[in-house]
């Protein structure tokens, strides 16, 4: 059964700095990694999308890198804002529909 | 832009009342999902869809039901609520588990009180 951990579970910066998340998971063989963003109270915005035969995505502050091997993905937030303040997600997809989801680290970027 | 809407962002009901949670979703996407969030728990799947009459349970289906009667839309129903369904519900959806573009779009979710 996959599992995913999303280390670390919350994290404080200060404006401006440059942050990494990571997202690990146990069985190797998947389909794609999603990345979301979710305010409190609302849905989840995706992020980026990595296909299993990608090494990493970019958008904007954005990239996130995939390694399929060693069952490991990282978020990496450029020169962070105070807007960056979410929870953010990783979600991996086997050969099925169903995505298994991290518990989320929750970022605070201080002004 | 993927858009998938939920009836309602807040709703409270009482225990025993039976409640519907409705998600409409306009990317003719085939697979449709119902979640569960909650605090140290994550998310969980509550039940999904693949095609229109077609479902498939997740891994909290117990005091759950679903209707897709068409494509666009999949509802969520509480038989009798009880408090310890308050949560939010999250609604997504997605291209076939085979699709080159697979992603889940989510909506932006109701929070459902039972009192």
């Known amino acids: 059964k996959q599992e995913v951990t999303q280390i670390p579970a919350a994290l404080s910066v200060p404006e401006g700095e440059n942050l990494v998340l990571n997202c690990s998971f146990t069985?190797?063989?998947?389909?794609?990694l999603q990345w979301f963003r979710q305010d409190p109270g609302k849905g989840l915005t995706s992020l980026l999308l990595?296909?299993?035969?990608?090494r990493e995505q970019t958008s904007g502050r954005l990239n996130a890198s995939l390694d399929k091997s060693s069952g490991r993905s990282t978020l990496y937030i450029a020169a962070s804002q105070p807007g960056d303040s979410a929870t953010y997600l990783c979600?991996?997809?086997?050969?099925?529909?169903?995505?298994?989801f991290g518990e989320g680290t929750q970022l605070t970027v201080n002004p | 832009d993927v858009k998938v809407t939920q009836s309602s962002r807040y709703l409270v009901k009482r225990t025993g009342e039976k409640v519907f949670l409705e998600c409409v979703q306009d990317?003719?996407?085939?697979?449709m999902f119902w979640y569960r969030q909650d605090p140290g728990l994550g998310l969980r799947l509550i039940y999904f869809?693949?095609?229109?009459?077609?479902?498939e349970k997740g891994d909290i289906p117990e005091g759950y039901s679903v209707s897709r009667e068409k494509k666009e839309r999949f509802s969520l129903i509480l038989e009798s609520a009880s408090t310890n369904q308050t949560s939010m519900y999250l609604c997504?959806?997605?291209?076939?588990?085979?699709?080159?573009?697979?992603?889940?779009?989510f909506g932006p979710g109701t929070r459902l009180t039972v009192t």
């Open positions: 997504a959806s997605s291209p076939p588990a085979g699709s080159r573009s697979y992603e889940q779009y």
């Open positions: 979600a991996v997809k086997g050969s099925g529909s169903r995505l298994t």
């Open positions: 990595i296909q299993s035969s990608q």
């Open positions: 069985d190797s063989a998947i389909y794609n």
């Open positions: 869809s693949y095609d229109v009459k077609m479902k």
């Open positions: 990317m003719d996407h085939e697979n």
